[in-house]
């Protein structure tokens, strides 16, 4: 079986071999193009399959009892096609049929084309039309352009290499689960990472569209949703994997899209997605221009959703050019045209007129929208008014690859109270950096979802900002006028530097070795005067007392004990997988659960536990519980599959098999828990090389050194450069040759002896070496097919919980060490006081005034 990760990694590899130097914005329409019309191929031969036969036959076979079928009942299988899938592509313009003259040697790009535009007339009379109507047009995939080749030739040939890198893909089965899906998703991410600012046009990244699913899907009642600037349609595919099957099935899909190869991509993306064509509207247009989707019995109210989630353009030039006014339905609530100049109240606007009255709207914008006058703040100040405005998100900087501004997330409803406070978060300062951009990371995501839903404040990150404040800062929504950084700095003492002493204050600040081990801490310390302490053993000795005190390593193994028993409730649940669909919900409960855990230890940051479970599904689970699903957990784990390395380099570059790997169990580690003395063996041999390595290095630079026995001796056994320079290792031949003309009795000769005697211990260590691990490698590919249930178990928990309990007891003691370190800095900071300073200065300024007397100046 191939997993999704395998899936995307094949692909974006072969994007990255096959499009050379052609813009990443471009390429991915011809690649995703082509992509899709493999899957819509795959459907129709698979709804012939289903509507003719039963039979389990070849994909060859099947190809031509559908051209035999077609030829027989052409019009009456035609129809039977369009009612099963609202469209249908005919034999001879199967993606099977471009492969086969491929290998035939008879392909021309004319056919490819033909294709194309059969399938765009064939659609015509399909009641889906809108859902598939020229979503190969030449606007989009033009087959001509030169960017692909600059004759025909060189055309054909890149074209046939992108059609033959789909070739072995059923992206009916694949298309279970949402691997086809994800697949697609991950492509579209991926150029959008590549396509520098043009990535705005097409993509919101995943971080981002997580906060703002998340919170819709968690606050609303969701049976439909729209996306008034749905791009490639990623954050509509967001909301929906977080809800429930059931509501996946009903929910109906809306969005607007005005550049047109974009649009294009959104409609696909959605499609493979498992989402059914008369459950999506998708419009090519221009959201700003003309309000839509109107409902003409109601012309003034337009059509409402449960859900708004949008990621518009930013501060848009010119957004009025069709010349709309303040009387326009959607603007009316803010008594004021947004100014020409900007854009980003029109789209908020717009999206907040189409929200039903128990919704929610999530839209990322520009933080210029929380505190810009004029016109935008009497369109805010009308928001605030109304109280629609639910919650402000600021986000860090330089998330999107297209802009590298801070952004907030913006949540809006319709139902709220006029006394409710507006949630303001500030999640700025919580990223990782990963290359040139900055991340959320899954903690990250979840701190802001949960700070949402449950509205609390916490000093620094979150604050209920109620209408009187609102007010006294004239409606102004700039997050540092109501979160105050924390400063992790703590304020120099001017007495502690002048007489010495660590102040009390930051004693007391020390909570939880305070509230963990007082005593110890107590008995550390000796005053020196009031309020004025000095730390009387060394740190590292408290240290040691603290983190052994039986007071945290009770909690350490109170905690060990509940991870364990939630380790083995979710083993069962995960080896027992049989089906795609109970992955994610798995994935769900167990991130939920590892909270709850952590959440009755005090001192523990549950979000860095949260991230350790995340890590685990990321790394390997979500990889691993797909296999599991396709057959089952033993047969999995006993399943060997060839493994395929990458050979060479450029247009030599290849992939070739290197033996057999277990689906599931890596082959390091079955060689290190169930062949540990072989590996020891090896790892002993080689720790031997390293040394004869060492000795031969030292005879090298030896040699080198002029005037010295190794020089005389060894110098000319030294391979040299073309300019005659000696390099870093012997000449073995050189070597041989010096033994024979070197008199027996000499130094020279013990020294060449001892060198060819090194070389010889080295090449013969290798040797073994070599054939051992080959020998080993074979055990352990033999040894996959015979592994015990007993054995699995034990490899497969030391490859997915194997340091999960160390790393969350960890969490035990991270804020004790911290503070630990904080005292340090204190003990350091308050050790030298003024007075011993000026006292050491005195006594250097006499050092220095002895030394100058006992100068004698000659003349």
């Given at each position: 079986m191939i997993t999704s990760e395998e899936i995307k990694s094949r692909l974006w590899d072969g994007a990255n071999e096959l499009r050379g130097s052609m813009d990443a914005s471009r390429y991915k329409d011809f690649m995703l193009g082509l992509m899709f019309y493999k899957f819509l191929s795959d459907?129709?031969?698979?709804?012939?399959?289903?509507?003719?036969?039963?039979?389990?036959?070849t994909e060859s076979d099947l190809v031509a009892k559908y051209h035999q079928s077609m030829a027989d009942r052409g019009a009456q299988l035609e129809t039977m096609l369009q009612n099963t899938l609202g469209y249908y592509v005919l034999p001879k313009y199967l993606y099977q049929t471009w492969?086969?003259?491929?290998?035939?040697?008879?392909?021309?790009?004319?056919?490819?084309?033909?294709?194309?535009?059969y399938f765009e007339r064939s659609i015509v009379n399909s009641k889906d039309v809108d859902d598939f109507k020229d979503l190969f047009s030449p606007s989009t995939l033009d087959l001509t352009d030169t960017a692909l080749g600059s004759n025909l030739h060189e055309r054909s040939k890149n074209i046939k290499a992108l059609i033959l890198l789909f070739a072995d893909l059923n992206m009916v089965a694949l298309q279970k689960g949402d691997v086809l899906g994800d697949a697609y998703e991950y492509l579209i991410g991926q150029f959008a990472m590549e396509s520098g600012k043009k990535a705005g046009e097409f993509y919101t990244p995943r971080q981002v569209s997580e906060v703002m699913a998340q919170i819709a899907a968690k606050t609303s009642n969701i049976r439909s949703i729209y996306d008034p600037t749905v791009g490639s349609g990623s954050l509509l595919l967001t909301v929906k994997k977080h809800l429930t099957k059931e509501v996946q099935q009903s929910l109906t899909y809306y969005g607007q899209e005005k550049n047109t190869a974009t649009y294009n991509l959104a409609r696909m993306n959605l499609l493979l997605h498992e989402v059914k064509p008369n459950k999506m509207t998708i419009k090519n247009g221009d959201t700003l221009a003309h309000d839509w989707p109107e409902d003409p019995a109601h012309p003034n109210e337009g059509v409402q959703f449960d859900a708004v989630v949008m990621n518009p353009p930013y501060s848009v030039k010119n957004w009025n050019r069709a010349g709309l006014k303040v009387s326009d339905p959607r603007f009316e609530i803010a008594g004021v045209?947004?100014?020409?100049?900007?854009?980003?109240?029109?789209?908020?606007?717009?999206?907040?007129?189409?929200?039903?009255?128990?919704?929610?709207?999530t839209i990322v914008l520009p933080h210029g929208i929380l505190f810009r006058g004029a016109a935008e703040g009497e369109i805010r100040k009308r928001l605030l008014e109304k109280n629609y405005i639910d919650a402000v998100i600021g986000l860090p900087s330089n998330l999107f690859t297209n802009t590298g501004i801070p952004v907030v997330i913006l949540v809006l409803k319709k139902n709220r109270q006029l006394t409710d406070p507006v949630l303001i978060i500030d999640a700025s300062n919580t990223f990782i950096k990963v290359g040139k951009q900055n991340v959320l990371q899954e903690k990250d995501i979840a701190k802001i979802v949960d700070t949402y839903v449950s509205r609390q404040e916490q000093a620094g990150y979150s604050h209920l900002a109620n209408r009187q404040e609102?007010?006294?800062?004239?409606?102004?929504?700039?997050?540092?006028?109501?979160i105050e950084a924390i400063d992790d700095d703590i304020a120099h003492d001017?007495?502690?530097?002048?007489?010495?002493?660590?102040?009390?204050?930051?004693?007391?600040?020390?909570?939880?070795?305070?509230?963990?081990?007082?005593?110890?801490?107590?008995?550390?310390?000796?005053?020196?005067?009031?309020?004025?302490?000095?730390?009387?053993?060394?740190?590292?000795?408290?240290?040691?007392k603290i983190l052994n005190d039986a007071r945290v390593t009770q909690q350490s193994a109170q905690l060990a004990k509940q991870t364990q028993a939630y380790i083995e409730r979710y083993w069962s649940q995960i080896i027992a997988i049989n089906n795609p669909d109970q992955i994610h919900p798995l994935m769900e409960a167990m991130l939920n659960d590892i909270k709850s855990l952590l959440a009755s230890f005090n001192y523990i940051d549950i979000y860095d536990g949260y991230q350790i479970i995340a890590e685990i599904w990321q790394n390997s689970l979500l990889h691993d519980t797909e296999i599991i699903a396709a057959t089952d957990f033993y047969t999995a784990a006993r399943n060997r599959i060839p493994n395929m390395v990458s050979k060479g380099s450029g247009a030599k570059k290849r992939?070739?098999?290197?033996?057999?790997?277990?689906?599931?169990?890596?082959?390091?580690?079955?060689?290190?828990?169930?062949?540990?003395?072989?590996?020891?063996n090896i790892d002993h041999k080689k720790q031997q090389i390293q040394t004869l390595e060492s000795e031969l290095a030292d005879l090298v630079e030896a040699a080198k050194v002029e005037d010295s026995i190794e020089y005389d001796a060894l110098y000319d056994s030294l391979k040299k450069n073309d300019d005659d320079e000696p390099l870093d290792t012997f000449d073995n031949k050189k070597l041989k040759q010096e033994l024979k003309t070197t008199p027996n009795d000499s130094e020279c000769y013990s020294l060449l002896k001892k060198v060819d005697k090194l070389i010889s211990q080295k090449s013969a260590l290798s040797k073994q070496v070599k054939t051992e691990e080959l020998a080993l490698k074979e055990a352990v590919q033999e040894r996959?097919?015979?592994?015990?249930?007993?054995?699995?178990?034990?490899?497969?928990?030391?490859?997915?919980?194997?340091?999960?309990?160390?790393?969350?007891?960890?969490?035990?003691?991270?804020?004790?060490?911290a503070e630990l370190k904080i005292l340090q800095m204190l003990n350091e900071r308050y050790q030298d006081t003024l007075t011993s300073i000026d006292k050491e200065i005195e006594q250097l300024e006499a050092e220095l005034q002895a030394m100058m007397q006992d100068l004698v100046v000659t003349q």
């Open positions: 459907k129709t031969l698979s709804a012939f399959k289903i509507l003719t036969t039963k039979d389990d036959i492969i086969e003259d491929i290998n035939k040697g008879k392909f021309e790009v004319q056919n490819v084309i033909d294709s194309l535009n045209l947004p100014p020409d100049s900007k854009g980003d109240f029109a789209f908020l606007l717009h999206g907040l007129f189409h929200l039903g009255q128990s919704g929610t709207m609102i007010i006294a800062n004239e409606y102004n929504l700039n997050i540092p006028r109501y001017v007495e502690g530097h002048l007489l010495g002493g660590i102040p009390q204050q930051n004693i007391d600040q020390l909570a939880v070795i305070r509230a963990t081990t007082p005593d110890l801490l107590q008995a550390a310390l000796e005053p020196i005067r009031p309020q004025y302490l000095t730390l009387k053993e060394d740190i590292s000795e408290l240290s040691t992939l070739e098999q290197d033996g057999f790997v277990s689906s599931l169990i890596p082959s390091e580690l079955i060689a290190t828990e169930l062949y540990a003395d072989e590996l020891a996959i097919l015979i592994l015990t249930d007993e054995e699995i178990d034990t490899l497969m928990y030391k490859k997915w919980f194997g340091n999960t309990i160390a790393l969350l007891c960890e969490l035990i003691e991270k804020p004790i060490k």
